[in-house]
């Protein structure tokens, strides 16, 4: 019996992979990480401006987002060690995730009691201590992920996890803002708190992944020196161990590096070419994020029937190829219809890029250190994102938006380049989701 799908069965057959029990699971974990971020971003600084903090510490609070960034220095812990009685009762996977969930919860019940305009300092601990668990949380649950979902359901359950995440942050921007217009901001809080449930309940009717169960955990380690070779040497090693190594790092930065660089500067140009903030709400806001689920489902069906390193080059050149609408948009200027095709087709091929790269970030990882591995790739994947995209203002102040929006899509080209090398040098490997090094 095999999960592979036959090149005979229709297109639309391969979206059944998402009915299965695991990727529910995936979803509604999805569902947990997504939550908690808003509440140390967008619906925070809501809250703090309308208290009467200064824009200066607005600002100031975004820094407790670098506990996302930094989340691999204590993703060794998570890999590894055990929680005594706590993990012999639910296994390392679930054993940490309900741990982490449960403390999630009460975090998030004290931000809500806190008053900035009292006590800012306060507020400020609350939210380092949700962003901090919130993190571990993504920690936890990627690995989770990657181990519980069979090699030929990678993409679909990158998928379905981005599907939950953008549903978690919609319920705690949105939803969280509902409800403090009607019941204030400790009721808002108290119910997000009360919706971490929902992640937990999920880890409580799911299984330990069989791998992790084998594996095991650390209750306490024989040594310091022992524990640190073994789980923080230990995965930079066993990554190194594989054949082009390096190769395969740098195409996890530069992977969604054009992609990255135009979205940078995306807004700046909405608001150039003179489009409302209501245009651009309704339009990115809504429109966008169907678009963006839609080629989230897309993607991670490629994945499941072609493998994930057609499924990558596939999406990454109409991720790339969409960044020339940006070039019409510039050249037509202000038009609603325009936008609407503009920021669907972006925001769908984007999906579908992400559905992709996020499954073959998972197949990269060795099961015996998949917190922290996947946690150091994914702040290496961030770094398109963040550090080097930075330099897009100055790039766009040099040329004009059509010239601009076509050099973004020239700097997808070395990413889709290294596609192809990875192809040609593992021709085995990506088959049907599955990724040797």
Known sequence: MTD???EKTPWYASLAVYTRPRLLAVLFMGFSSGLPLPLTFGTLSFWLAESGVSREAIGAFSLVGMAYTIKFLWAPAIDRLGLGPWTRIFGRRRGWALAIQMALAAAILFLGSTDPRI??????????????????????IDAYRIELLKPE??????AATQFG???????????????????????????MAALMGVGALTVLFTREPAQSAKTGAETAPKSMAAWFQSAVVGPFADF?????????????????FGD??????????????????????????????AATLAGLAAGGAIVHRRGVYQALLVCGVLQALSNLIYCLQAIVGHDVALLVVTIGVENFTGGMGSAAFVAYLSGLCNVAYTATQYALLSALASVGRTTLSAWGGWLAAQ??????FA??????????????VLMKRFPDAGKRSQISG
């Open 153 to 158: 359901e990678q993409g679909a359950g990158a």
């Open 4 to 6: 592979s799908v036959s």
């Open 165 to 191: 995440y953008r549903f978690g942050m919609m319920a705690s921007s949105a939803g969280a803002l509902y409800a403090a217009e009607f019941g204030g901001w400790s009721t808002s809080f108290a119910i």
């Open 119 to 140: 006590d800012p300092a306060m507020t400020a601990l609350a939210a380092v201590i949700v962003a901090v668990l919130s993190a571990s949380q993504d920690i936890v």
């Open 407 to 420: 050099a973004t899509t020239l700097a997808a080209i070395p990413g889709i380049v290294l596609v192809i």
């Open 240 to 256: 190194a161990t594989r054949p082009s190594w390096m190769l395969i790092l740098v195409f996890v930065v530069a992977y969604k």
């Open 260 to 289: 990255a660089l135009a979205g940078v500067m995306a807004n700046a140009f909405y608001v150039s070419t003179g489009f409302t903030r209501l245009e651009v709400a309704n339009i990115s806001k809504i429109f966008g994020v």
């Open 399 to 404: 040329l004009d938006w059509v010239l601009f």
